[in-house]
């Protein structure tokens, strides 16, 4: 008989099992008589004889079911309907522990899930382990990640010995321009062997081959999935399509599979050799023209330190072959990092933290649920005392009560992970503002086999320590005959220390939130340096083709800009290249550009002094108010017939001219083809890359001798998105083909350069709420059993004289004491924790005083109220019932 | 019942139990007699852990049962030894004389 037969046998042809062996005893008894009889003894003595020699009948047929593997299966299925029974005698204790529970465990699977898919998962490349990104740093002057030039990629490519293969990528706005429309495209431009290195294989088509990549062969494009399916609805015959993008036909050759792309989504790939810029001579013979970001995929069994070593030879080479490329005092070098560390380093700190706080709100349902356990064994006392006296083993009893604690947990669970998806929904909107792996959070088997080990591991938690502290002395708990159940000493000590703990933790979380709300204040009240209200703002994006000479492009803006001011209700508008705020400015970061002061020569091998160039028409200071300190802003005669000027911030002004005026002094940019510039005017400072930000030296350069600038501001009188559509429709007059996209309001942009802080401090606030309203219960639901435990104590007490208030005043003071102690360990808690926050804080201390102290008032008046309301009981008390109760 | 009797250890019931069951299929009460039998009633198997160490021996699956009539056409239940439990038998007495060598080598010597 196979184990599961024997097992099946057993729990389930019960009867013919136990007829069995009935019959088998028997057999054996009858056989024993006989014998007895064939020895000469009378058949009553030849009976009795037998019955002595067999021993407990039933005992026997005890020990031969004990015998059998399904005896334990059975043991464990009457301790789970024994249990069942008992959780559903007392709806109200089971409710509350189950909601408890299923908020802890719900909260952390969706925070895991997220963690699991951003952090854990393996990328859903072919060993996707071994693919490595390589940064360019000048570590001296704190520059962690510098663009590749041509030159760069090829050295590392063909001189290292660690990585079979080495390509470069970067992205590029275009004009896709089909049968009958113009589209702004993001296009990646990338190594014919991109994919392939990558291991990702077309959906439809072919991706690209060497051939591809040669100079002067058909241009190519390879689509990604989301672009085929949203702009494309999904053309099943999309391969062979003929596009026109930077004046030339572009053919589709592929469509790439659904994977998240890294390392950002694009919506085309196009090979090296199509990029007009990166295809430009003069640009593939600069070393220092610098654009590219270079992955590579490690050989295999090659460890990332080798191919680090390897790398930093090459470095030191170049370093030694072009000291010009390479200043001295930069402190330059390459850096190898695994791509998964890569993609999720911004991820990596909030998600930990919120994990942490999702982990102690289940630490403080797991000592809830205990204390509530706690008390209900309380009531349960005699009857372990009397099973335990009829000869149920301690192992036994115990196991009865932590299978009660298991289905709670699991019942947790299953609510959990009901509640999970909606919070994963919202996590997931707040990951893709880090990473490019959200797309990849999802409830799949890693996430339920982690909410099942939570719910088993919290189960244990709370159902051990109080399964232990109740079998200890069951003789103790029969003499108390027929008295009431009281408290033991160490069971006492055990509920409090549960919330001691808990206070303990939920005044950390508290605290850790505090802290995000007061640095979000912080944040939202800072200064931007302009005024956002009723700013419109709009991507415009020309066919750079159509535009070939700068003249043509220049006289194309100055109409655009005469046409949107002409419109009623607009007060003034400006184009520029970025503007506080703008996505696309926050998400390429400033532009550091380098540059040099008139008298103040940058000898051969130092580096130059970095700055923020923006490019912006006349009009856009008074567009967006940023004030004008000192001297003058653009006006239209600024243009390439005039002198070279620039505007530059405050900042720039203390940093570089501290003691002298900046304005008439010379500065011009580096490696450019620009002159001196004079410095015209001082204009105040400007949060240009989002709030919280450190502020950089800012040098403003005039559209009309600069070239280009997409971003179109408008001031407007009124609700500026009801005027979009006639900005719209006045740059269609100026030009159809004109991309326009990314309309949208300075000030929705600022709340949406915040939404990650918001959600962050939101997340810690609903944590740190949770928390305290769960430990309040806790405190209450303490203080209510103490109260109720005492009340023959405090009856004798009024029948002696005490008054009531006196009584509540004392119960009060003992619930407060608790909480005062848990914030005393709370407060050396979070100022050890909170350090851990310091990175997500703005302008915020993380040991700062006033929110210490006011979280702890918050806190201790909660747990005051908390105690308040059990300690009312005492009113109802009547000296005369209590004494009686005895 | 004059005779000295050995108290039995659980593994060595087991033993004597797949032994005796290595020449024909018995049933419960066959087993008893005939290890009481061969060892002059030295050893005296006890119902209330024979039956027990029969069931267990089933759950190893060294041995199987099956109903069929008894000497004097009863229906009894009879135990045989599965290919299993045979291979059970040889390294259990291997093991077994092993440490009665041993046991005896050291009661002769120290």
Redesign the interface.
């Known amino acids: 008989m196979t184990p599961i037969a024997s097992i099946f046998r057993f729990l389930f042809r019960r009867q013919r099992f136990e007829a069995g062996n009935d019959a088998e005893l028997r057999f054996h008894m009858e056989r024993q008589i006989e014998e007895n009889i064939r020895r000469g003894m009378t058949p009553e003595e030849a009976r009795r004889e037998a019955r002595l020699l067999m021993g407990g009948m039933e005992q026997i047929k005890e020990e031969c079911r004990d015998a059998r593997t399904g005896r334990t299966i059975e043991t464990m299925m009457q301790d789970f309907r024994y249990a069942i029974r008992v959780l559903l005698r007392n709806p109200g204790f089971t409710t509350m522990a189950v909601i408890t529970l299923a908020l802890g465990i719900g909260a952390n699977t969706a925070i895991f899930s997220v963690v699991y898919g951003v952090l854990l998962r393996p990328l859903p490349f072919q060993r996707g382990g071994q693919l490595v990104v390589l940064h360019q740093e000048a570590s001296a002057v704190n520059v962690p990640d510098i663009p590749f030039s041509v030159h760069e990629v090829t050295d590392y490519r063909d001189g290292n010995h660690t990585l079979s293969s080495v390509v470069e990528h970067h992205t590029m706005t275009f004009l896709l321009i089909g049968k009958d429309s113009a589209e702004r495209v993001e296009t990646a431009v990338v190594s014919a062997n991109f994919f392939d290195v990558l291991g990702v294989r077309p959906l439809m088509g072919r991706t690209f081959v060497a051939s591809d990549e040669a100079h002067g062969a058909d241009a190519v494009l390879v689509l990604s999935y989301k672009y085929w399916q949203t702009r494309l609805h999904g053309d099943p015959n999309i391969v062979g399509t003929v596009f026109h993008m930077n004046n030339r036909p572009h053919t589709v050759i592929g469509v790439l599979p659904a994977l998240p792309q890294y390392p950002v989504e694009s919506d085309v790939y196009m090979p090296t050799s199509q990029c007009p810029f990166r295809s430009a001579p003069g640009f593939i013979a600069n070393r220092q023209a610098r654009m590219m970001t270079v992955f590579g995929r490690l050989k295999p069994d090659v460890k990332l330190t080798s191919a680090q070593a390897d790398l930093s030879t090459i470095a030191r080479q170049l370093t030694r072959a072009y000291p010009e490329a390479y200043p001295k005092g930069a402190g330059y070098g390459i850096k190898v990092e695994a791509l998964q560390e890569d993609l999720t380093r911004r991820a990596r700190s909030i998600f930990l933290v919120l994990l942490g706080a999702a982990g102690l709100v289940l630490l403080i349902a797991c000592a809830n649920v205990a204390n509530l356990f706690l008390a209900r064994l309380l009531k349960l006392e005699r009857e372990l005392a009397v099973r335990a006296a009829l000869g149920a083993s301690r192992f036994r009893l115990m196991r009865q009560l932590l299978s009660e604690s298991m289905l709670l947990s699991l019942a947790g669970g299953t609510v959990g992970l009901l509640l999970a998806p909606v919070a994963m929904r919202l996590l997931m909107k707040f990951a893709e503002r880090f990473t490019t792996r959200a797309d990849e959070i999802r409830l799949d088997w890693p996430i339920l086999v982690f909410t099942l080990l939570i719910s088993l591991v919290t189960g244990l938690l709370f159902g051990l320590a109080p399964a232990f502290s109740s079998i200890r002395h069951p003789n103790d708990a029969l003499k108390q005959a027929g008295g009431r159940a009281t408290m033991s000493r160490g069971r006492e000590r055990l509920r409090g220390a549960l919330v001691l703990a808990q206070v303990a933790v939920s005044f950390m979380l508290l605290i850790g939130a505090g802290l995000m709300i007061r640095s979000f204040v912080r944040l939202q009240e800072q200064y931007p340096g302009f005024q956002p209200e009723r700013l419109l703002t709009l991507r415009i994006t020309p066919s750079f083709s159509h535009y070939a000479q700068t003249s043509q492009l220049q006289a194309m803006w100055d109409n655009l800009l005469r046409h949107v001011r002409g419109i009623g209700g607009v007060q003034s508008a400006a184009l520029c290249t970025n503007f506080p705020f703008n996505p696309g400015g926050i998400q390429s970061g400033p532009s550091n550009a380098t540059f040099e002061i008139e008298g103040r020569p940058v000898s051969k091998g130092e580096l130059a002094p970095l700055v923020d160039n923006t490019i912006v028409s006349d009009g856009y200071f008074e567009t967006i108010r940023q004030p004008l300190l000192s001297g003058r802003t653009f006006t239209p005669h600024d243009d390439q017939n005039a002198k070279p000027v620039a505007v530059i911030n405050q900042t720039m002004a203390r940093h570089r001219w501290p003691t002298e005026e900046p304005i008439g002094k010379h500065v011009r940019f580096q490696g450019g083809n620009g002159g001196w510039m004079t410095v015209v005017g001082v204009v105040g400072d400007a949060q240009e890359y989002g709030l919280g930000r450190k502020v950089l030296d800012e040098i403003y350069t005039p559209l009309d001798q600069s070239g280009f600038a997409g971003n179109l501001v408008v001031r407007t009188t009124f609700q500026p998105t009801n005027l979009a559509p006639l900005v719209r429709a006045a740059i269609r007059d100026v030009d159809p083909l004109l991309a326009v996209d990314q309309i949208s309001t300075v000030e929705s942009l600022e709340q949406e350069s915040i939404t990650s802080p918001r959600v962050m401090t939101i997340l810690m606030g609903l944590f740190a709420v949770l928390a305290t309203v769960v430990s309040a219960c806790g405190i209450a639901a303490v203080m209510a059993l103490a109260v109720s435990q005492r009340s023959h104590e405090l009856g004798l007490r009024m029948a002696l004289g005490a008054q009531r208030n006196a009584i509540v005043t004392m119960v009060v003071r003992q619930g407060l004491a608790l909480a005062i102690g848990g914030t005393a360990i709370g407060i050396a808690g979070a100022l050890v924790m909170t350090r851990l926050l310091a990175s997500l804080l703005y302008d915020t201390s993380p040991t700062d005083l006033l929110t210490f102290a006011g979280i702890s008032a918050l806190f201790l008046t909660v747990a005051a109220v908390a105690s308040f309301i059990p300690a009312r009981q005492v009113t109802s008390i009547d000296p005369l019932i209590a004494l009686r109760q005895e | 019942m004059a005779k000295p009797k050995s108290d039995l250890l659980q593994g060595t019931l087991d033993l004597l139990v797949l032994k005796t069951l290595e020449l024909e299929p018995m049933?419960?009460?066959g087993i008893?007699q005939r290890i009481q039998q061969i060892s002059e009633s030295v050893l005296q198997v006890?119902?209330?852990s024979l039956?027990?160490?029969l069931?267990?021996l089933?759950?190893q699956?060294w041995i199987?049962s099956s109903?069929g009539a008894?000497e004097n056409n009863?229906?009894?239940?009879f135990y045989e030894l599965t290919p299993r439990g045979r291979k059970q038998l040889a390294d259990e007495t291997a093991n077994w004389e092993r440490l009665s060598v041993a046991v005896g080598r050291i009661l002769r010597t120290a």
């Open positions: 049933h419960g009460w008893s006890n119902q209330g039956y027990p160490a069931h267990r089933e759950e699956g199987r109903w008894s009863r229906q009894a239940r």
